[in-house]
């Protein structure tokens, strides 16, 4: 148990164009979802947090216009890079966190790679 | 503020050895701890996880343990494998309450056949 999913698990776009990553909990209630950035050879960067049905709260330093976050159920929230730049390449990771459960412990999806020439 | 350090950032052994990843963190105040594996171009996979009052956890060749007055865990894998070839991240969370996990930079792990 415990599976979450991202979809897609690469995308390729144009510079000035939106991409929407999917991230689900495919076999449990999620009501907290994160996401994080990845660069090559570090550690995973925390973008923002989101809670089903209210606003995402955004890291420091993350632009909240450019990274639109949407948690609309407790199985699914979904990140849209808006008017993408190359240096918005990198790789994205969900995170989803158990509603039930004593230890809320995270769970990762596999990565969503996004390339923009 | 929190901070999580992992030594050594690289490691390459032979395989069938028994070793020792390094994770310490500077605030002994936290709820839990876990560690993750990711292999490159993935995302993580949770290994163990141990709650502030625990001592270890453990999971086949895998055991954690956790001395939370010195801010300090570790993780052993027993008779390395080439599979187990990966990046090894340890995350803490400060609170029950608390929303996130603060992660460590990673070990690098290769297993030489």
């Known amino acids: 148990g415990a599976v979450v999913s991202q979809h897609p698990s690469w995308v390729i776009c144009k510079s000035g164009t939106s991409v929407k990553i999917e991230c689900r909990s495919l076999?449990?209630?999620?009501?907290?979802m994160f996401w994080y950035r990845q660069f090559p050879k570090q550690s995973l960067m925390l973008m923002a947090t989101s809670n089903e049905g209210s606003k995402a709260t955004y890291e420091q330093g993350v632009e909240k216009d450019k990274f639109l976050i949407n948690h609309a159920s407790l199985t699914l929230s979904t990140l849209t890079v808006t008017s993408a730049h190359p240096e918005d390449s990198s790789f994205y990771i969900c995170?989803?966190?158990?509603?039930?459960?004593?230890?809320?412990?995270?769970?990762f999806g596999p990565g969503t790679r996004l390339t923009v020439l | 503020k929190q901070e999580v350090t992992q030594i050594p950032a690289a490691l390459s052994v032979p395989e069938g050895e028994n070793l020792v990843l390094n994770c310490s963190f500077t605030d002994s105040a936290i709820y839990n701890l876990q560690w993750f594996r990711q292999d490159p171009g993935k995302g993580l996979t949770s290994l163990l996880l141990i709650q502030s009052s625990q001592r270890e956890q453990t999971s086949g060749r895998l055991n954690a343990s956790l001395d939370k007055s010195s801010g300090r865990s570790t993780l052993y894998i027993a008779a390395s494998q080439p599979g187990d070839s990966a990046t090894y991240l340890c995350a803490v969370r400060r609170g029950q309450g608390a929303q996130k996990l603060v992660f460590g930079q990673g070990t690098r792990l290769t297993i030489n056949p």
């Open positions: 995170s989803a966190r158990r509603s039930s459960g004593p230890y809320n412990e995270q769970f």
């Open positions: 076999d449990f209630q999620a009501t907290t």
